[in-house]
């Protein structure tokens, strides 16, 4: 709906009280009564003459569509209102995605007392209604609570060009990999508005197999902390690493990060240069995973690294064993012979590593055991409690260095334009 247009109730009501007088008016008089309906209703001068002329609006008359609103609705108002609660302590999921959380989400959250009769209006009824919304119903009553993120970062990847050749270049639409260890790596700068001075980055780590995903803070792009980053990552993961796949920063381009891979009989794989395609699967993790729950503040103190190392431990406990994700299986031909993407049933990273067959029973018993003793809705309290650390920590600094670096680039623009005028005099 356009900005400033009212709802389609509403115009049937303006319509009503208006037909009949603009069917009898003389002509200056209709003028005036379009510009009323064009004021109340936000429409055009044509969209508002064919409501007030035609019989017909589109394809159903008023009546038909007064009745609309007297339909009975399929859900509840209590659904409803738990379906609103569930989106927000799932961190604002897309239908598609909550469709295929909500199955497992809720008999995890009754066995910790989340939800239970009574508690946020929560009843067998209501549970039932919950398991039978479709995808598209779900998005239809989240429209209204949806907030976009229009802020952007800064890519602070530098290219390593010393070891670049003797690097096996790993394309988008090779074939994919079909066991658990295969890693996609990239760093994110948490550098704010600026890349002046030291800052912190995150190196997320996800496997193309699984979409397992870890996450180490660096402080800062040295040689020595992303070799130690690497080493956490190793000891973290559930499954060998079997390869790794980097972009061209010279974080990951350098002899000790080469030799710490080869060391250790890794595969080791590099991107083309600004082909962000080849390595979609990290790139995507980078804004729905780092961007979106680690923000778009600087964070250069050691206050600051620890929070945000606390907040990624949360991050990933909920993203491994509770978010679903969809993993391209192939291609197809539409209806017009183009080409379409197939992806699978949306599955978690946890849901996959059980499935992949490569664990021993001890580690598949020890990951069952983790995820039993999670709790969904505690894992996204604590990832608030932690992101309103960040934003008391950080929120301000960014916001000063924002106004700066504006006022800088404000500065140059005058210096500029005095020098063409000048110039031009």
Known sequence: MNKGVVSVPTRIEVTKQLKQAYKTASRSEKSKILDQFCATTGLSRVSARRY??????GVKNVSQLDRRRHRPTTYSAASKRVLVWLWKVMMYPCGKYMHEMIPAWIPQLEAHGELRNGKHDYSPEVRAELLRMSAATIDRYLQ???????????????????????????KAGDEAEHEPGFMECDTVAHCGPTLKGEFAR????????TGWTHLEVLRNNARVHMITALE??????????????????????????????RGRKIFFTRSRPYKKNDQAVVESKNNHIVRKYGFYYRYDTTDEREVLERLWHVVMLKMN???????????????????????????????????????????????????????????????????????????WKTEVLTAEVEESKRRRRGRQSGGVKLRSA
């Open 144 to 170: 209204e609570h949806r907030r976009a993120l229009d802020l952007k970062g800064i890519s602070a990847t530098r290219s390593g060009a010393l070891l670049r050749t003797s690097i096996t270049i790993r």
């Open 232 to 261: 956490r990552l190793e000891a973290a993961l559930p499954f060998a690493i079997a390869g790794l796949d980097c972009d061209n920063g010279s974080e990951f381009i350098n002899d000790k990060v080469v030799e710490w891979a």
């Open 202 to 209: 995150t190196l997320t780590a996800t496997c193309v197999h």
């Open 321 to 395: 064993f509770f978010t679903p994700t969809k993993k391209p299986v192939g291609w197809e031909a539409d209806g017009q012979g183009r080409r379409r993407r197939v992806y699978d049933a949306p599955r978690t990273p946890y849901e996959r590593l059980l499935e992949s067959g490569i664990l021993s029973l001890q580690q598949t018993r020890e990951l069952e055991k983790t995820y039993a003793k999670l709790n969904p809705v505690e894992l996204s309290r604590d990832i608030v409690r932690y992101q309103g650390m960040l934003m008391t920590k950080a929120g």
């Open 52 to 57: 007030l002329t035609r019989p017909h609006l």
